[in-house]
């Protein structure tokens, strides 16, 4: 048998490299600033976004959605979900999720969206890293994280194993995230598909730590700069990982963008990792 991480060496953050834990305790407090007001900003007040979320909660689940079936009844994590808004659409749809975030301002729009949208959801506002060892149950029937979470981290390993802590030995993994082709090599100009343009400018190696804007900064109200500090990850790297936790990857699908036929074709822009616990 394949010997496993310990899960106390998994929740200790001490074990994590200094640079992990420099990079993880700032993005932490960049996230714990104006999150609910940028929230409302971006989607309207939780009563706006629930009657929308309500009307098509399959539409808003996109991909994950044909990737889960049936949730009905199914115990599901989501990590590092952020607003909540794929965790109400799950649980509209019959299933008890699971948010693990260390944002308090997602917290309470989440917790304000599921209250408008009649149905309840957890909320766990901590590291993802140092869940509480109650929650490392191996009970999840699916546990996921998706669109903009693996560059977070400047070690892919421990959270590969939190995940692999926590599903069920016939549950399963999925990890959907930009593709390191879009986020990592090249650069695009243009609004239209008439005049988009793409250049390679970026170097796919690269293993420095680069420093943004956080993703809701545009919809913030303080003109105060906010960065957070990412590591763009290869496709091998991640699926190395995910593979070196213990979790046999079953599929591994790169995508167009699904939202356009023609803007940016034949440039992948998304992947889907689904992957199971071995035993």
């Not at 989501?78 to 659409?89: D, E, I, Y």
């Not at 421990?158 to 993994?173: H, Q, R, S, T």
Request: net charge negative; glycine share 6%.
């Amino acid at each position: 048998m394949e010997e496993k991480l310990d899960t106390s060496e998994v929740m200790n953050f001490n074990n994590l490299n200094s640079e992990n834990k420099v990079v993880i305790d700032s993005n932490e407090e960049i996230w714990n600033k104006e999150t609910y007001n940028a929230w409302v900003n971006r989607f309207g007040t939780p009563e706006e976004a629930a009657e929308r979320i309500s009307k098509n909660p399959e539409g808003l689940l996109s991909i994950l959605h044909s990737k889960f079936g049936d949730v009905r009844g199914k115990k599901i994590m989501n990590l590092m979900g952020s607003n909540g808004n794929k965790a109400v659409a799950l649980a509209l749809l019959g299933a008890q999720v699971t948010v693990v975030d260390f944002s308090e301002g997602n917290k309470s729009y989440a917790l304000d969206l599921a209250k408008a949208a009649g149905v309840k959801i957890e909320y766990i506002v901590s590291d993802v890293l140092k869940l509480p060892k109650e929650q490392l149950s191996s009970n999840y029937d699916i546990v996921f994280a998706e669109m903009g979470i693996l560059h977070y981290f400047t070690d892919l390993a421990p959270f590969m194993n939190v995940i692999y802590e926590l599903i069920d030995k016939k549950g399963i993994a999925l990890i959907r995230d930009f593709h390191p082709i879009s986020t990592k090599l090249i650069s695009s100009r243009g609004s239209t598909a008439k005049v988009r343009k793409h250049k390679v400018t970026g170097d796919y190696f690269d293993t420095s730590l680069e420093e943004k804007d956080v993703s809701y900064h545009k919809y913030s109200e303080n003109d105060e700069p906010k960065k957070v500090f990412l590591r763009r990850w290869t496709l091998g790297e991640i699926v190395t990982s995910v593979a070196a936790s213990g979790l046999v990857i079953k599929s591994l699908e790169e995508e167009p963008n699904l939202s356009s036929e023609v803007f940016d074709k034949g440039i992948p822009k998304t992947f889907t990792i689904v992957a199971e616990k071995s035993l």
